[in-house]
C-alpha cells in the first residue's frame, strides 16, 4: 500500500514507474509512504513484476528473508519497523488526522483485499494485499532518477548536433548522455528500453568508428 503524508492512498500501486511517480509527485511535499507486512515474500512472488523490480521476485524465489532483502535499509533507518501499525505509524511520522486517516486506510486495503475489490484505485485482485501480518514495515520515497530524459542532441549515427542541427564532427553520445529518447514518457512495460537503447547505440557508433559501416 503507498499513501501520501495525509495517510491516505492515492493511486494504483500497479502503474508503471513513470504514472506512479508523477502522482506521488502531485502529493504533499512531493513523497509517498510504502507499506507491507510480514508476508511480503509471498505477496512479491505473487505480484510477479518485470523489469528492475524483478530483483526482489528473484530474491523471493531463491529464499532470502525480507529481513536481509532490507537490512541496509532497517540499519540506516531508512525503513521502519514495528510489531502493530499504530507503532508503525508513529515511527513514519503520523500524527492526529493523518495517523487515524493511515490506520482507517490500512483497514480499507485490507478490506479490499478480502473482497478482491480495489474499488477506489481499479488495482488488479492479484496484486493486492493484506496488512495484518507482523512486523510491518514502512518506508518514506521521494523522486526517483532511472534514466535521463534530457541530454545531447543527436542523429540517427549518434553523432552530437548544434542548436542549429548541424553536425559536431567527431563527437558521438550514446545512451542515457543522449537526449529525448524517453521524452515526456519511460515505458516501463518494455522492459530492458534503456540499457538496450545504450547497448545498441553504442554498438552502432563502435561499428561506424571501425569502418563497419558507413555513416
Ligand atoms: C535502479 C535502476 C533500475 C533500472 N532498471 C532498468 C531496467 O529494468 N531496464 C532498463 O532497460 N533500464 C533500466 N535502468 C536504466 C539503465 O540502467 C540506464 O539507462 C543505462 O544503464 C544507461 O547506460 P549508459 O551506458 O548510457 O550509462 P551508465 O550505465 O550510467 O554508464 C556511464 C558510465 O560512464 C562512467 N563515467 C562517468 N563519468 C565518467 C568520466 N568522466 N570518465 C570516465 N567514465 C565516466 C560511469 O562510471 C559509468 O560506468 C535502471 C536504472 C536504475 C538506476
Redesign the pocket.
Given at each position: 500500500m503507498k499513501v501520501n503524508r495525509n495517510g491516505v492512498r492515492f493511486c494504483n500501486e500497479s502503474t508503471p514507474y513513470d504514472i506512479l511517480c508523477f502522482q506521488a509527485g502531485r502529493q504533499p511535499g512531493g513523497v509517498f509512504c510504502q507499506v507491507f507486512d510480514a508476508n511480503a515474500p509471498e505477496d512479491i512472488l505473487r505480484f510477479a513484476t518485470i523489469?528492475?523490480s524483478a530483483f526482489a521476485n528473484q530474491m523471493m524465489a531463491v529464499g532470502m528473508p525480507i529481513e536481509e532483502f532490507c537490512a541496509v535499509a532497517l540499519e540506516q533507518g531508512v525503513m521502519q519497523k514495528a510489531d502493530t501499525l499504530d507503532e508503525l505509524a508513529d515511527k513514519l511520522g503520523f500524527e492526529g488526522d493523518a495517523k487515524q486517516a493511515f490506520l482507517d486506510q490500512a483497514e480499507r486495503y485490507n478490506q479490499q483485499f478480502d473482497a478482491q475489490v480495489d474499488d477506489d484505485f481499479g488495482k488488479e485482485a492479484y496484486r493486492l494485499s493484506a496488512l495484518r501480518q507482523a512486523p510491518f514495515y514502512g518506508c518514506w520515497f521521494g523522486g526517483?532518477?532511472?534514466?535521463?530524459i534530457d541530454g545531447l542532441q543527436i542523429n540517427g549515427d549518434c553523432q552530437v548536433l548544434r542548436a542549429d542541427n548541424s553536425v559536431i564532427p567527431g563527437l558521438y553520445a550514446?545512451?542515457?548522455?543522449s537526449g529525448s529518447f524517453f521524452s515526456g514518457n519511460y515505458p516501463e512495460y518494455i522492459?530492458?528500453?534503456?540499457?538496450?537503447?545504450?547497448?545498441t547505440q553504442?554498438r552502432h557508433v563502435a561499428r561506424l568508428l571501425a569502418g563497419d559501416l558507413k555513416a
Open positions: 523489469g528492475c526517483s532518477l532511472l534514466t535521463t550514446a545512451g542515457d548522455v522492459v530492458g528500453c534503456a540499457s538496450g537503447r545504450s547497448s553504442g
